[in-house]
């Protein structure tokens, strides 16, 4: 689909909706990258903003075998919403509305282009709490949450965003309408299709409606800020904390290069001597709350960690924008980083940090890692400089010592990022020929004729 | 497939696994139902105790066309796994291990023919968790669990099967064995099949492992028991409970007919006046679940209800065995039961009970009915006697209006009980013919041939 493609003069072959379509050369451009910094091009972005008007969309592109890539915000880390093949870009971003909050059935119903962020606002101000997370949760929409199975700090107590998705309205490839499940929190009618579209990165069909379990907002919630001297310490404490029962609603770990580097760059408070540092919150009710507080507070300490307690909202804030600020602040270190997302089973943290030290050795690399380690997910930021040629050829070969360590330990190649474009060619360390031939038939199933988010997941055969 | 295809002399078309075979004929007549109470009568029993050896009778029925149907141990209640077309069954009983308890990593392995209940007594034992809890527990096996995605009381809280699958090692209708998921818990490598062969119904493939996501056992537990003399004051405490932000882990109704129908059948203790019953469980820290009791107690009493509290672990059982037994008690009242399973959001059981008791009256027919009432998930029965012809018909008939009410409350016509072969000519109330489409698309791409066990979930077409 190229520009003269929009500018046919036939009526029946007129794309529809041009008040919605723009080819602007600056619109293409920043609609043809996300976060993961691949670019495309796009021929043209269109943004409606009813599903009468997705169908209007998709059923053209379907008639004429053009290819449409669905996005949200850009926020993606895999490249999964870049555009190939001058596919039109179907931006969601207009379909915003949170359609309804119905506390009595504890569900949220919303167009994909709402920002997870503002669902959250708006949820907490009823008393009521939507636990998916991402770190571009201010940014970041419900349907890119949805089309990536978008994970965060909580998931570790709350789930990702699969566990919250109880029904979903989608547009199919060939432009029919289709409800999967619905407003309750049971259902087994037929195949799963609801949890199979989810996470499945716009290659299936586009999501127009979602249906979201909701949860009463924690009564309490307490924020611990745990540093140790030495890496190790911190790796147990992980370990020790959800061996004794207790289930954080939050277990981030960061290395001494991410706080570092945070601290470099907006001064927010962190001790910069720590080899490693925990953020810990449990949530709940007052009495369990300071319960566990205390038992948390005494397996830090006894693993040499020296353990505060964010007392007020304010100090709390502040910690967790120290969190969310990481990602932006590592690249004061160096350009460029290559992004990873790996989750190894969660006794396996230690290994896998000694594997990345070894790693980082051998390809002569800096290696910052933080992240999730309540649910074993680690994000891998392997620093670098494309200006400088060598470095950046060692980084790229870096990554498959990476994940060849990662299969090793039982682990995933994607814990909530996706495969998108930049993972697609190692999908084969981790699923068989089989799994992928069975994906691919699905593929299929939904759309024959491969217009749906093209290029996507899976490697060029 | 028939006893003669069992016997055929040439070589290349013996059938494999003699010795794990039989066509007794008292055997084929046992395997040939289930707890539906439908009956078909299978060709031959074949019982692996290996993933090679299932892969040999899968690839024979493969090559040879032959429908095959994978077994539990029988206690599905929609016929999913009753035999048609003169099909093998194929049952998974024997293959019963617990291969590993991985503490460190907080997940099990085991293999499909696994005792759900066995596998709950031997986490307990480590001071871990498993929480789906069928009522038919310590009979139905793990693999029946995964191709149903069972649910039970303790879903409220903690969810049902498919919220604690992290991967599956499956074969494939042509004999290939794939891997899905792992030891991890997040995953977002490619699209989630771990998640779409849960509740499946052995159409797609033969499940040979499953890896199950385990949790510490939660320190402390009380069961409350609630008694009221109007069933909308039991409705009304489930909606405000929830309401409260407290999130039980088990909330569970019984209306009138129900309390008696267990009383006559066992003498458990209930009261037998009481127009409706509320069994309460909270469980979490010793702090929490008192604050929590005490809470709740006041919020039954505040409707009539009253409370009182199973203070020992011999009164707790005493009341589980009554809940346990309501399911055969009911055959007292009368010697058939249609049993539906429906749900709808939460907030509208009132509704739906109202609808119940309408429908009654209009088909002169007994509805028993209980289940889990903070999930919205009820257990609809619709007593009758087959001998009683008339009577027996018009049973059959209230059926579609109790669905008709389920969708006109934006429910859903199966909560955990899968659609198998009693329900499938009602899936079209609930899914569109776009979504049935997808669904058989998704089927062919399995199994071209249609040899998994073939009839059921979908309507003749």
Redesign the interface.
């Known amino acids: 689909m190229d520009f003269k493609f929009f500018n046919k003069k036939k009526q029946e072959d007129a794309p529809p909706l041009p008040e919605r379509t723009s080819t602007d050369s600056e619109e293409l451009f920043c609609y043809g990258f996300d976060a993961s910094s691949m670019q495309g091009t796009p021929s043209a972005v269109v943004r409606p903003v009813t599903t009468d008007e997705v169908v209007q969309m998709v059923s053209f592109a379907h008639k004429q075998r053009k290819p449409i890539v669905p996005r949200g915000a850009g926020t993606g880390m895999t490249g999964g919403s870049v555009p190939l093949k001058d596919a039109v870009v179907l931006s969601l971003d207009s379909m915003n509305r949170i359609l309804d909050v ?6 949220a119903v919303v167009e994909p282009g709402v920002i997870n962020g503002h669902l959250q606002e708006k949820l907490e101000a009823k ?1 009521l709490f939507y636990p998916p997370d991402p770190a571009s949760m201010n940014f970041c929409t419900l349907g890119g949450n949805v089309a ?2 978008a ?1 965060g700090p909580r ?2 107590k709350y ?2 965003t ?2 919250y998705v109880l029904g979903l309205e989608v547009v ?1 490839p060939d432009g ?5 499940g ?12 609801t ?2 579209i ?3 990165e716009g290659t299936l069909c586009v999501v127009t409606k979602i249906f979201l379990k909701i ?5 309490e919630t307490v924020t611990l800020l745990c540093t140790y001297p030495a890496l190790n310490d911190a790796a147990l404490t992980v ?1 020790k904390i ?4 207790i ?1 954080p609603r939050v277990l981030e770990f960061m290395d001494k290069a991410s706080v570092s580097a945070v601290e470099a760059y907006g001064r927010y408070g962190l001790p910069p001597d720590a080899e490693a540092l925990l953020l810990i919150e449990v949530d ?5 709350v ?3 507080v205390d038992r948390i507070a005494s397996i830090c300490a006894s693993l040499n960690g020296r353990v505060s307690i964010a007392e007020d909202i304010f100090s709390r804030k502040r910690l967790w924008e120290a969190r969310r600020a990481i990602s932006p602040a590592l690249y004061r270190i160096k350009p460029s980083k290559i992004n990873e997302d790996i ?6 943290i230690p290994e896998m940090l000694q594997s990345l030290r070894d790693i980082s050795e051998k390809f002569n690399v800096k290696i910052v890692n933080f992240g999730h380690a309540g ?3 680690i994000h891998v930021n392997v620093m670098t400089d494309k200006n400088d040629k060598d470095e950046y050829e060692r980084a790229g070969k870096s990554v498959k010592d990476i994940f060849e360590a990662v299969i090793r330990l ?10 998108g474009l930049t993972k697609k060619q190692y ?1 084969g360390m ?3 020929e ?3 031939e ?2 691919k ?6 759309d024959p004729y491969g217009i749906m988010n093209p290029g996507k ?2 490697p060029a055969t």
Chains 1, 2 share one sequence.
Do not use: C, Q, W
């Open positions: 119905d506390e009595k059935n504890m569900v008393g990536e199975n994970g998931a570790i789930g990702v699969r566990d199919l029919r309408v289709m409800m999967t619905g407003k309750t929190f049971k259902n087994v009618v037929g195949y799963d299709l949890r199979l989810v996470g499945s949860l009463p907002l924690p009564g370990s959800t061996a004794s029962g289930i709940g009710s007052k009495a369990s300071s319960e566990e989750v190894v089973p969660r006794g396996r649910d074993g997910n039982e682990g995933s190649i994607s814990g909530e990022h996706g495969i999908i981790e699923l068989s089989t799994g992928i069975i994906m038939a699905i593929k299929r199933a939904f997941i899976f």
